[in-house]
């Protein structure tokens, strides 16, 4: 069985803060992929990054970088100099090599106060 | 522009009736996925049709049914026995790992409609 694990229900944080969510996994699985969702108000699901877990080179795009630790079993997201437009509700997941269904997390509620 | 349509926005059910959400995709994605999701909560896996003609169940598939008759097309059908249908639907679709022709940065990636929040009238 596979779990995501996502504690932070909700954070809000001032305009220009940095602000990490955390994801923890479990899997059997000794290759799998790791993503990371945001769920603006609209609704709709944005994917933002996929990691697979024989790469654990933690990777930056512009105000976005994650780390990832097989050590700890997590993967959690940074968001530098948060914007208003970062408030939405940010979702991890993982899929099993070969079992391409995702396990998503409860998601994490961001709330970014001008 | 290449996306995924889901169809109606909103949709309201009478007890006892069957509704259909649509799902069109123009991608070229092979694998399809419907997902629910309540307040509060993860999405949870309805069905997946990793092909056309063929489809799986999913965590939650009681009292739900789909079909895959075209590539571009995945319906979910809320029948009468889904005795707590509210919810926001999400359907999604991706390039399954095992494809050929396709670099592997653009597979398993799985792409959202906009969804469809039903409730029940």
């Known amino acids: 069985a596979q779990k995501v694990t996502q504690a932070q229900t909700e954070i809000s944080v001032v305009e220009k803060e940095d602000v990490t969510l955390d994801c923890v996994y479990e899997t059997r699985d000794t290759t799998y992929y790791l993503f990371w969702y945001k769920q603006p108000p609209s609704g709709e699901l944005v994917f933002l990054i996929r990691r697979n877990s024989f790469d654990e080179q933690n990777e930056i795009s512009g105000r976005y970088s994650w780390n990832f630790q097989k050590s700890t079993s997590s993967f959690n997201f940074t968001i530098t100099a948060s914007q208003v437009v970062d408030s939405a509700v940010y979702f991890c997941a993982l899929a099993n090599f070969g079992n391409e269904k995702l396990t998503f997390g409860t998601g994490t509620r961001l709330t970014i106060i001008p | 522009d290449g996306g995924i349509t889901q169809s109606p926005k909103y949709l309201f059910r009478k007890e006892g009736q069957n509704v259909t959400l649509s799902c069109e995709q123009n991608?070229?994605?092979?694998?399809m996925y419907w997902y629910r999701q309540d307040p509060g909560q993860g999405l949870r896996l309805i069905y997946y049709?990793?092909?056309?003609?063929?489809?799986q169940k999913g965590d939650i598939a009681e009292g739900y049914s789909v079909s895959r008759e075209k590539k571009e097309s995945f319906p979910l059908t809320v029948t009468s026995a889904q005795k707590n249908p509210t919810a926001f639907y999400l359907c999604?679709?991706?390039?399954?790992?095992?494809?050929?022709?396709?670099?592997?940065?653009?597979?398993?990636?799985?792409?959202f409609g906009a969804g469809t929040r039903l409730s029940v009238l």
């Open positions: 999604a679709s991706s390039i399954p790992l095992r494809s050929s022709g396709s670099g592997d940065l653009a597979k398993n990636i799985q792409y």
């Open positions: 991608l070229n994605h092979d694998a």
């Open positions: 049709s990793q092909i056309v003609n063929d489809f």
